[in-house]
């Protein structure tokens, strides 16, 4: 069978790495006022390097940067959005397995004017990762427009807003366009465009 050299491929990760302990420490060296941004970043180049190198070394083809640079996978991309603010209130969400429900608070969002892209998210951070990939493709996450909708529906959103919006489908807009900011600014290609599955 031939190797494949775009997506998708035969096998895929899905999902955060766990980061390793120094990029831990580093963190919350940082959040404490420890170390300055760009010894964190320092770390955070480390970290990476070393997450692309494993992954190759396994023969991984989709090969991503672990999603290092942020606190979360999602909400770090969400917070960028134009339009979208923390809230101080959390999401409660739950979980059942067979050893019975786990239950944690998630970080919650307000929408509180149009969404927008008025700058490229994660760009920088892809752009890093696709100069360390040496043999297979550089992939990026970008959550989908219900991770905005579901972190609190209706009661998130500002209703003077809800006249400018197009619902869920404002952002998917938003999305789509930040993608072709992406593709316009050289960060990726079209073919490296795919639904995680």
């Given at each position: 069978?031939a190797v494949?050299?775009?997506?998708?491929?035969?096998?895929?990760?899905v999902?955060?790495?766990l980061?390793?302990?120094?990029l831990?420490?580093?963190?919350?060296d940082?959040?404490a006022g420890?170390?300055a941004?760009?010894e964190?970043?320092a770390?955070e180049?480390?970290?990476?390097?070393d997450?692309?190198?494993?992954?190759?070394?396994?023969g991984?083809?989709?090969?991503?940067?672990g999603e290092?640079?942020?606190?979360?996978?999602?909400?770090?991309f969400?917070?960028?959005?134009d339009?979208?603010s923390?809230?101080d209130?959390?999401v409660k969400?739950?979980?059942?397995n067979?050893?019975?429900?786990?239950?944690?608070?998630?970080a919650?969002?307000h929408v509180?004017?149009?969404v927008?892209v008025s700058?490229?998210i994660?760009?920088?951070?892809?752009?890093?990762?696709?100069?360390r990939?040496?043999?297979?493709?550089p992939?990026?996450t970008?959550p989908?427009p219900?991770m905005?909708h579901y972190r609190?529906?209706r009661a998130a959103?500002?209703?003077?807003?809800i006249?400018r919006?197009k619902?869920?489908?404002?952002?998917?807009?938003?999305?789509?366009l930040?993608?072709?900011?992406?593709i316009?600014g050289g960060?990726?290609?079209?073919y490296e465009?795919?639904?995680?599955?």
């Amino acid at each position: 069978m031939a190797v494949r050299t775009t997506p998708p491929f035969r096998a895929d990760h899905v999902g955060s790495l766990l980061r390793p302990p120094s990029l831990l420490q580093a963190r919350q060296d940082a959040a404490a006022g420890g170390i300055a941004l760009d010894e964190l970043r320092a770390v955070e180049d480390e970290a990476i390097a070393d997450a692309v190198r494993m992954q190759e070394g396994v023969g991984l083809r989709g090969v991503t940067d672990g999603e290092f640079r942020r606190s979360s996978w999602h909400m770090d991309f969400i917070y960028a959005l134009d339009g979208i603010s923390t809230a101080d209130d959390k999401v409660k969400v739950s979980f059942h397995n067979e050893e019975g429900d786990i239950e944690f608070m998630a970080a919650a969002l307000h929408v509180d004017g149009k969404v927008g892209v008025s700058q490229t998210i994660f760009g920088d951070a892809f752009s890093f990762l696709a100069g360390r990939v040496e043999t297979g493709v550089p992939k990026l996450t970008i959550p989908s427009p219900s991770m905005v909708h579901y972190r609190g529906g209706r009661a998130a959103i500002d209703v003077r807003q809800i006249y400018r919006m197009k619902g869920s489908g404002d952002f998917a807009y938003q999305r789509d366009l930040h993608i072709e900011v992406l593709i316009r600014g050289g960060k990726i290609s079209r073919y490296e465009i795919r639904p995680t599955p």
